[in-house]
């Protein structure tokens, strides 16, 4: 699995920390950005990850700021984006079972490390569920951005 992975100013340490990890776990990962602490905008970075994901070149991508919530607004913008702002594990496992998410979105400032380790194996472990939820996928899909 290839993963891309960004974050502005407001999320670089939580996503170094989610790097490591997604590398002890032999999945290999594209770091958009931003790479300093410097003030950058969040909706460049999501745009990067989001393009990756939208045309195949990574199966998955994460995007993490301060909140999130800047982040999930931008990527689910993107056409072929499911953006999910997660804060728990039961909502990263719910993304992918019933909304086949693939884009988590994190705010470094509302998590530990810790559970923002637990949140993306949830959401790395869950498979989409299909059935009922397929359809429904497919109506959100089907709304034009």
């Known amino acids: 699995m290839k993963i891309s992975i960004g974050s502005d100013h407001g999320g670089i340490h939580l ?45 998955r991508g994460i995007l993490v700021c301060g909140t999130g919530i800047g982040m999930s607004l931008a990527a689910n913008k993107m056409k072929g984006i499911r953006a999910a702002l997660c804060g728990d594990v039961f909502s990263a496992t719910m993304s992918r079972e019933h909304n086949n998410a693939n884009v988590l979105c994190l705010g470094e400032r509302v998590l530990g490390p810790g559970l923002a380790t637990l949140i993306l194996d949830a959401w790395l472990d869950t498979e989409f569920a299909g059935g009922r939820h397929e359809r429904r996928v497919d109506k959100i899909m089907a709304i034009e951005k």
Do not use: F, M, W
Not at 28 to 50: K, L, M
């Open 15 to 59: 996503k170094e920390v989610l790097k490591r990890h997604l590398s002890e776990r032999e999945i290999e990962v594209d770091d958009v950005g931003t790479y300093t602490e410097e003030s950058c905008d969040y909706p460049d970075i999501a745009i990067q990850v989001c393009r990756k994901v939208a045309d195949g070149s990574s199966e």
